[in-house]
């Protein structure tokens, strides 16, 4: 699933269940969560323009205005970037955890264990910043694996991994937006039964879709994660 978002993670002490977010997203809406398709065009590039920035290591990537009198969806969504601001400062405040991350590529399906999945490969710690009246997303680090993934991988499929080797393999992935994802593909293919869809490789960012998990579990086979 080629989606992107930016959540709120914990690095407390892992969830495996589907409360985990994650793990198991049912959708963005009430959850804290912008799904990055709602970007686009609203700046006048499109939502994946935002994300080959963030794989090119930009230090500072454009989002939308502030306020625009012209387009309610800018000051909807600029609402929704104040109170997920507000809320990475208030835990960055509270316990110095990073809390803000964009989030991509998604893998869904469920593992041998009936663990249902729906959730993102790759996390990029970020913070966001108004600069000249423009919301702006600020990476703070590398991308890296989402741990949470790994660790309900490791115990689904009784299976250990050198987690510091592995993480260290997808820092080093290349900046390149193209070169990128075949890394990830590559990385996928020598270390996890993960299958990801072709659409990685096209140049744009698709909606995350709503659902949950009683509907997830019926759908989903058994051992296929994509």
């Given at each position: 699933?080629?989606?992107?978002?930016?959540?709120?993670?914990?690095?407390?002490?892992?969830?495996?269940?589907?409360?985990?977010?994650?793990?198991?997203?049912?959708?963005?809406?009430?959850?804290?969560?912008?799904?990055?398709?709602?970007?686009?065009?609203?700046?006048?590039?499109?939502?994946?323009?935002?994300?080959?920035?963030?794989?090119?290591?930009?230090?500072?990537?454009?989002?939308?205005?502030?306020?625009?009198?012209?387009?309610?969806?800018?000051?909807?969504?600029?609402?929704?970037?104040?109170?997920?601001?507000?809320?990475?400062?208030?835990?960055?405040?509270?316990?110095?955890?990073?809390?803000?991350?964009?989030?991509?590529?998604?893998?869904?399906?469920?593992?041998?264990?009936?663990?249902?999945?729906?959730?993102?490969?790759?996390?990029?710690?970020?913070?966001?910043?108004?600069?000249?009246?423009?919301?702006?997303?600020?990476?703070?680090?590398?991308?890296?694996?989402?741990?949470?993934?790994?660790?309900?991988?490791?115990?689904?499929?009784?299976?250990?991994?050198?987690?510091?080797?592995?993480?260290?393999?997808?820092?080093?992935?290349?900046?390149?937006?193209?070169?990128?994802?075949?890394?990830?593909?590559?990385?996928?293919?020598?270390?996890?039964?993960?299958?990801?869809?072709?659409?990685?490789?096209e140049d744009r960012i698709t909606s995350f879709p709503n659902s949950q998990v009683s509907v997830d579990s019926s759908k989903f086979q058994d051992g296929k994660v994509v």
């Open positions: 699933m080629a989606g992107s978002i930016f959540q709120f993670y914990s690095n407390k002490l892992t969830d495996l269940s589907s409360r985990n977010k994650s793990l198991y997203i049912p959708k963005t809406e009430g959850n804290g969560v912008l799904d990055l398709q709602e970007l686009d065009f609203l700046n006048g590039e499109t939502a994946f323009e935002i994300l080959r920035k963030a794989i090119l290591g930009k230090k500072k990537i454009s989002l939308i205005p502030e306020v625009d009198p012209r387009l309610g969806e800018v000051n909807r969504i600029s609402k929704l970037l104040s109170k997920i601001a507000f809320r990475d400062q208030l835990i960055q405040e509270e316990t110095g955890d990073q809390s803000l991350f964009l989030a991509w590529p998604f893998l869904e399906g469920k593992m041998m264990n009936g663990k249902i999945l729906r959730a993102p490969l790759l996390l990029l710690p970020c913070k966001l910043e108004k600069e000249a009246q423009n919301w702006t997303l600020v990476p703070t680090d590398t991308w890296q694996l989402n741990s949470a993934l790994i660790l309900a991988y490791s115990h689904g499929y009784q299976v250990k991994f050198d987690s510091e080797t592995l993480q260290e393999q997808f820092q080093d992935l290349s900046s390149d937006p193209i070169e990128f994802r075949i890394g990830i593909t590559k990385l996928l293919e020598a270390n996890f039964p993960f299958q990801l869809s072709s659409t990685l490789f």
